[in-house]
């Protein structure tokens, strides 16, 4: 175990030998609480008149979170040290089927099966570092993560390109700037606004890019595809504020990179079914992504551990007492963006006349339960630029059918406050929703609450930031929602296909 690793206590229960995930120097000791938040999550009581929920239990999903978490944690180990994860068409994902497929056995789930599609070459970054140099001075961001499709560089990497400096990467920060054939580096202000900096030094001739992420600390965050030609990474806050202090001391920064990607052939993902047969052929779906970047605890370790805990639930009760059939299934997910991705979310897709043609509802578990944190604590002494942890969980962008089913978005709404799933006020407007709902909404009743926030995509997004509170009210308020649909029939749900668009 590493020298920092902690164990993992939920209520006293050790849950595993699962270390922080902490790369040596990342981040000080004392920011990120680790274990014990576990124990500090405010807990909803169980209503009156929900006792039937009572065995929804969250401390219990956590330990699902967990396992998923330590099949990453494999792969890193064994696999590749700087990208992993439950990784679309690598060992990872494999493992996180068989250990689905797995646990819905264990359920006594019907019909239990991994169906495999074929990739096409999947894109995979072998080796990656960047040194900077100023003077006699070197420094390693170790930070540094390559944008997933990011081309790599020539197989000696680029050395000793100048540094530049562009801010936020507007066209005013470029004024006076030639980048063209430098390493330039560009700022994101936490994700508020896109200023398009990576693309426009893409497009003004820079031999790489970098994106400092300005969140407190210094993350790897793995970005979505910058459609860029050159090279192009993330870097940490302290990594990318150590490169703007050696600039800034006006010395010529030079940087040495390399990044080298394989196209990865004779790949494959695949979904996992599982069945709890109800007294009709009608249908309920459950479904959670099974991939995600690091531990990729919130997204998407907590939406399976909360499909597998509504299987659980509903496995207890008597299939007399069960309506509709429920259909549990892992997806692929969709990280690998591009080419091959959503493989088998698009095979369902094309396959719904099969699957929907008499389906009350699907339920997407995707992110159900983040961490609360403050980035800006205006009165805090000391560390005041970290992030500060709150003891519940964020509010959730939800979907919940849409504007023809006021019905179920009734139901979705009362669902969230009986069990105190927070919420944005308001449904999501735009269309299609987010999540991998996307995919689905036009064909089904569809219900979806999601949350991202500051760990999202980063190597600090383990199990600790998923509230085991925020777990069991949203699955809580996910069976409710199945109970409160399964007294509705068909015609009161089902809608002709939605048109794409707003
Ligand atoms: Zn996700």
Known sequence: MHANARLLTVGGLVLSGLGLVRPAGLMAQDVFPGARVQDAYLQWPLPKGAEQYADIDGRRMLQDVVAQAEIARRYRDQIHPKYWGRIIGMESDAWAAAWLAGRFRSIGLSD????????????????????VKSGSETVELVSAQPFFRSPGTP????NNLEAVYVGLGTEADFMGHDVRGKAVFTYSMLGAANFGAVARANQKGAAVVFDAQMLPGNMRYQAYPGNTQV????VGNDDGAKVRAMIAAGGPVRVDVRLDIEMMPNRQTALVW???PGTSDET???????????????????????MIGLAEHYARIPRSQRPRTLVFVGLDGHHNSGEGSATGIRWMVENRAQFFAKTALMINAEHPSTVQTIIRPRYKRGNADMIV???TYMPQQWYAGGPTRPELERIATRAFRE?????????????????????????????????????????????????WTGLEASTRAYARIIDEVNKLPLSALQRPEEPTGP
């Open 112 to 131: 239990v099966k991994i169906q495999n599609f074929d990739l096409p070459p999947q894109w995979y970054p072998r080796t990656y570092g960047v040194m």
């Open 155 to 158: 197989p000696g990497g680029l």
């Open 231 to 234: 090279p192009t990474f993330t």
């Open 274 to 276: 599982g069945t709890l």
């Open 284 to 306: 309920i779906y459950v479904t959670a992504h099974r991939d995600g970047w690091f531990d990729a605890a919130g997204d998407n370790a907590s939406g399976v551990a909360s």
């Open 389 to 391: 942890w709150g003891n």
């Open 419 to 467: 069990f105190g799933m927070t919420h944005y006020l308001d449904p999501e407007p735009g269309r299609p929703p987010a999540t991998d709902m996307g995919s689905f909404y036009r064909y089904m009743p569809g219900v979806v609450a999601s949350e991202y926030h500051h760990y999202f995509h980063t190597d600090l997004e383990t199990p600790e930031t998923v509230p």
